[in-house]
């Protein structure tokens, strides 16, 4: 991986980023195009990129600043199946006019509104076929509770930042995504108290 990509990696993407990977093997296949909401600058998609080369990675970001560094990143160190990253906020309509066969979204909808949070189900609903995935990866509750102390303290400091954020509860997604036509269909417990929701597009 260059250095400049490394350098503007947050910590948690260089230390998620391998095991997200990980959990996603049994999941994706090649000649699959992936689309991810939220890439922030970009390192996920190159990870996954060079680890999964026959699969097409599409990253994307509504902030201007993040979104910049992907683009110059990718002009100067992207592999060939890295695809220009696209401008797409997940409360808004007609997000891309290609076929995509998942959706990835890491660290996002804990650092949003709920609305990017059921932007990002509606989304999955109309370019998603049955049997189809969207991965979450993130902290979440469960049944109302923390998985650790520490995701406790993170969803305080979370809401003292801005009310509407927070840690969601996995009950909460469960009624979104039904609401959607999808449904959980695994949880991957990783390291640092996160977790992997795929869920997947009905019939």
């Known amino acids: 991986m260059n250095q400049e990509i490394l350098d503007n990696a947050s910590p948690a ?8 990977a990980d959990a996603l093997k049994n ?4 000649k699959e195009t992936i689309l991810e909401i939220a890439s922030g600058t970009g390192y996920h998609s190159f990870f996954l990129a060079n680890r999964y080369p026959k699969t097409s990675w599409q990253p994307s970001e509504q902030d201007e ?36 066969d998942a959706i990835l979204c890491c660290n996002m909808i804990h650092i949003s509104p709920i609305a990017s949070t059921l932007g990002l189900f509606q989304g999955a609903k109309k370019y998603l076929s049955p049997s189809q995935y969207l991965f979450l990866y ?7 509770k923390h998985t650790s102390e520490s995701n406790k303290v993170f969803d305080a ?6 009310i509407r954020w927070g840690v969601r509860d996995i009950k909460e ?3 979104i995504a039904n609401n959607n036509h999808m449904c959980l269909l695994k949880k991957i417990q990783l390291p640092a108290n996160n977790l992997l929701l795929i869920f997947t597009k009905a019939p």
Do not use: Q, T, V
Request: hydrophobic share 35%; net charge neutral; glycine share 4%.
């Open 13 to 20: 993407a260089l230390r998620n980023a391998p095991f997200i």
């Open 27 to 30: 999941y994706i296949s090649e």
């Open 65 to 100: 600043k993040s979104l910049n560094i992907i683009e110059n990143l990718s002009r100067h160190f992207s592999p060939s199946n890295l695809r220009h990253p696209l401008r797409i906020h997940s409360e808004e309509e007609n997000w891309i006019n290609n076929d995509i």
């Open 138 to 144: 993130g902290p979440f509750k469960i049944d109302g």
């Open 157 to 162: 400091s979370l809401k003292s930042r801005d």
């Open 173 to 175: 997604l469960k009624e």
